[in-house]
């Protein structure tokens, strides 16, 4: 059945930063959506059909859902965890959290609340880090699976510089990888991301075996983390005393390349950021964790000018907030600090198309293009009274948009859509469901 959904609609074509032709906006627009995809957006006029259900979203906003492309599914208990920097939070919260995920039924149980938690936030694709226990990454795709959500997920490989109980081994990071890209990479929307945690809890021979997992499934993304906290990188420098740099041990295992998201890239050498524009890997910003943590004030403009493309991301439970709205502001500020401007423009380009482009899934996610998923999110500008007070002053797009970049969390979440089903409950549907013409969320 077609359905056409109804409000002020935006999305972007380019990235504002290389051209003022970038977006594309009506004020009175319409996504015709179909089977979870969209058909056709454009002037309502131009698409209404006596025929159509349609939902009414005016005076929303509705942009293609958000995009986080590094999150840890098992840290949503740990987010708000006081007092730490990275490797001493690591040890104190994280992996003793992580270490519940062995349990199926605790996982199958958290991995429900994480997916409705990131659609409360308006975010449709979330690019996770499981916890080293096969059991996490099942129950995470299984719950995805059944909303028909596009999740993109590894177990961590992890053999040594934790606690025992959430180590595995080479072999066994080997062989549970495996059967997880077996079982889930390209089943409907599910993919697998190929995840050594980062260099310190992954020994050499652990590297060699995500080296030919990355060999054997060329299409599989790789994440891990890069360069995030000075201590990490003493640390992981002592352990790998031949690298030139924290860069090259990922590069030494064959690990860079367009499919690979480098989270954090903060403190990074000029020789590692060319190799990074080189190989095409990503980096990805964090800066809700970054702040958290100590961690630093990443450099989006140098990255940006050497032709690395990044992401911006949650990354929690360091990062501090599931919305990615909360997630541009802490952004805005990092860059402030750096001397660099992070326009509303440019930042809802990122965490729709942005983020999408360092995926390379641009052709179906993170626009709204015809053919792309209708994954959708409903942003009210005024969803606050003291939103709605700024707001009687905005008098752009621009303004609007900066508002929600500013002041927005999942309070201005109107709806989300994942593959066309609304995932939040309406407001004020009426009584007897959507037998009306039209009807306002
Ligand atoms: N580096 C290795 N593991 C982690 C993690 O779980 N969170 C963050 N922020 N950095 C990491
Ligand atoms: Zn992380």
Redesign the pocket.
């Known amino acids: 059945m077609q359905q056409l959904i109804r409000g002020r609609v935006l999305d972007f074509h380019a990235d504002p930063h290389d051209t003022a032709d970038n977006h594309r906006f009506w004020e009175n627009g319409a996504i015709l959506i179909e089977g979870g995809r969209i058909l056709a957006v454009g002037d309502h006029a131009d698409l209404a059909r006596d025929s159509l259900m349609v939902i009414d979203h005016r005076p929303n906003l509705i942009l293609p859902g958000f995009i986080d492309p590094h999150i ?1 599914f098992p ?1 949503l208990q740990v987010i708000a965890s006081w007092g730490a920097q ?1 490797l001493d939070w ?1 040890n104190t919260y ?1 992996f003793p959290a992580e270490a519940q995920f062995a349990d199926p039924d605790h996982a199958a149980r958290m991995a429900g609340l994480f997916l409705d938690q990131l659609t409360a936030h308006g975010t449709t694709t979330a690019v996770a ?1 499981c916890s080293s226990h096969k059991t996490s990454a099942e129950a995470l795709f299984t719950a995805a699976q059944s909303r028909d959500m596009a999740i993109i997920a590894g177990k961590v490989m992890m053999d040594r510089n934790a606690i025992p109980a959430v180590h595995d081994t080479p072999q066994s990071s080997y062989d549970d990888s495996k059967a997880l890209i077996d079982a889930w990479h390209g089943k409907g929307r599910q993919r697998y991301a190929i995840t050594p ?2 260099a310190i ?1 992954s020994s050499p021979a652990q590297m060699e075996m995500a080296q030919t997992l990355a060999r054997e499934h060329p299409d599989c993304h790789i994440q891990t ?1 890069l360069s ?1 906290n000075r201590d990490e990188i003493d640390f992981t420098l002592s352990l790998y005393p031949k690298a030139r740099d924290y860069l090259d041990i990922y590069d030494s295992y064959g690990l860079l390349g367009s499919r690979t998201l480098l ?2 890239s903060i403190h990074l050498e000029p020789r590692e950021v060319a190799r990074m524009a080189e190989t095409g890997s990503r980096a990805v910003f ?1 800066p809700t ?1 970054n702040l958290f ?1 100590g961690s630093g004030l990443f450099d989006a403009e140098t990255l940006r000018r050497a032709g690395v493309v990044s992401g911006i991301a949650t ?1 929690v439970g ?1 990062g501090t907030s599931w919305s990615m709205l909360q997630t541009l502001a802490e952004g805005y500020k990092i860059l402030q600090l750096r001397g660099q401007k992070l326009h509303p423009l440019t930042a809802f380009h990122w965490a729709t198309r942005g983020n999408a482009l360092a995926l390379g899934l641009q052709d179906q996610i993170g626009t709204l293009a015809p053919g792309s998923a209708a994954d959708l999110v409903v942003l009210n500008p005024r969803a606050t009274p003291a939103m709605a007070l700024r707001a009687e002053r905005a008098q752009t797009l621009a303004e609007e948009l900066f508002i929600l970049q500013i002041m927005g969390d999942d309070r201005a979440v109107a709806q989300t859509y994942v593959a066309g089903r609304p995932q939040k409950p309406r407001q004020d549907a009426p009584t007897g469901g959507l037998q009306s013409d039209a009807e306002r969320v």
């Open positions: 840890h840290q990275l690591l994280t880090f945690r980062f809890t983390h995030e989270g954090h964090c964790s943590l990354d360091g």
